[in-house]
């Protein structure tokens, strides 16, 4: 019986100095807190530039690019650039430059969209004016899961031509994502130039994307109605074309 308890004792005595060694686990370190500021930028390269369905770059490619800032309460900026021809409506100019901002509020579901955009062309000229061409447009937009619709209306007139202020643009896009990777997209729009009904056209897309990492590649269709008469290029050389005849664009662009 005391060669028990002295047993007992003896455990005892050893076994809190080793219980007393074991480090307690650190505390694991508090996370930072998510920054309200998103600030992401892009790059792609395109084997034809059409902007509502329109040849921008004389049926020649086009680098493209940008900025965007957006903050958590919705607010946005940014800035997108591409190369265009002169002899696609900007005289002497080589360059599209958009600035535009607005507001973004989700709705569960739905998300509505206004905002601004100001399209610069430097160093083009109108006429003999001197004057860039330019055109400055408001927007609202909604949409819905892989829907979405955008009316844009132009405050000034439309990229310069004569007595065009308030031309309206609808715009009706859907993006599907396929998972692994995989996307199809579709758009129609109508240009509606106030003061001239025969620039009047509409305009349809279809195509389809497939990202790699940040990288997508993407192969659309591009189509639109656009009068012939109203809707070709020439150049001095005499070779024109009709910027609103049907097209396959292929892409490769990267998100940062």
Same mark, same amino acid.
């Given at each position: 019986?005391?060669?028990?308890?002295?047993?007992?004792?003896?455990?005892?005595?050893?076994?809190?100095?080793?219980?007393?060694?074991?480090?307690?686990?650190?505390?694991?370190?508090?996370?930072?807190?998510?920054?309200?500021?998103t600030l992401t930028a892009n790059v792609g390269l395109f084997s034809s530039y059409r902007f509502r369905g329109i040849d921008q770059t004389f049926g020649n490619p086009a680098i493209q690019g940008g900025f965007d800032y957006a903050h958590e309460s919705g607010f946005y900026l940014g800035n997108w650039n591409s190369n265009v021809s002169e002899y696609a409506g900007f005289p002497e100019g080589n360059l599209e430059m958009d600035f535009y901002g607005g507001y973004?509020?989700?709705?569960?579901?739905?998300?509505?969209?206004?905002?601004?955009?100001?399209?610069?062309?430097?160093?083009?000229?109108?006429?003999?004016?001197?004057? *860039?061409?330019? !055109? @400055?447009?408001?927007? +609202?937009?909604? $949409?819905? /899961?892989?829907?979405?619709?955008?009316?844009?209306? #132009?405050?000034?007139?439309?990229?310069?031509?004569?007595?065009?202020?308030?031309?309206?643009?609808?715009?009706?896009?859907?993006?599907?994502?396929?998972?692994?990777?995989?996307?199809?997209?579709?758009?129609?729009?109508?240009?509606?130039?106030?003061?001239?009904?025969?620039?009047?056209?509409?305009?349809?897309?279809?195509?389809?994307?497939?990202?790699?990492?940040?990288?997508?590649?993407?192969?659309?269709?591009?189509?639109?109605? *656009?009068?012939? !008469? @109203?809707?070709?290029? +020439?150049?001095? $050389?005499? /070779?024109?074309?009709?910027?609103?005849?049907?097209? #396959?664009?292929?892409?490769?662009?990267?998100?940062?």
């Amino acid at each position: 019986m005391k060669k028990s308890l002295i047993a007992a004792l003896l455990a005892g005595l050893f076994a809190v100095p080793a219980l007393a060694q074991t480090p307690a686990p650190e505390a694991a370190p508090a996370a930072e807190p998510a920054s309200p500021h998103t600030l992401t930028a892009n790059v792609g390269l395109f084997s034809s530039y059409r902007f509502r369905g329109i040849d921008q770059t004389f049926g020649n490619p086009a680098i493209q690019g940008g900025f965007d800032y957006a903050h958590e309460s919705g607010f946005y900026l940014g800035n997108w650039n591409s190369n265009v021809s002169e002899y696609a409506g900007f005289p002497e100019g080589n360059l599209e430059m958009d600035f535009y901002g607005g507001y973004k509020l989700p709705l569960g579901d739905f998300t509505l969209d206004f905002g601004g955009i100001y399209y610069y062309y430097p160093g083009s000229k109108i006429g003999g004016t001197g004057s *860039a061409v330019d !055109n @400055f447009e408001l927007y +609202v937009g909604a $949409s819905w /899961k892989f829907l979405s619709f955008k009316y844009s209306h #132009a405050l000034t007139d439309y990229f310069d031509i004569a007595d065009t202020k308030n031309t309206g643009y609808f715009d009706l896009a859907a993006n599907y994502d396929l998972g692994d990777g995989w996307g199809i997209n579709g758009h129609v729009g109508y240009t509606s130039v106030n003061g001239s009904s025969d620039l009047d056209y509409t305009d349809w897309k279809i195509g389809v994307t497939k990202a790699i990492d940040n990288w997508t590649i993407g192969l659309a269709y591009v189509d639109t109605n *656009a009068d012939e !008469n @109203f809707y070709t290029w +020439v150049k001095p $050389s005499g /070779k024109d074309i009709y910027a609103g005849k049907a097209t #396959a664009v292929l892409s490769v662009s990267r998100t940062f």
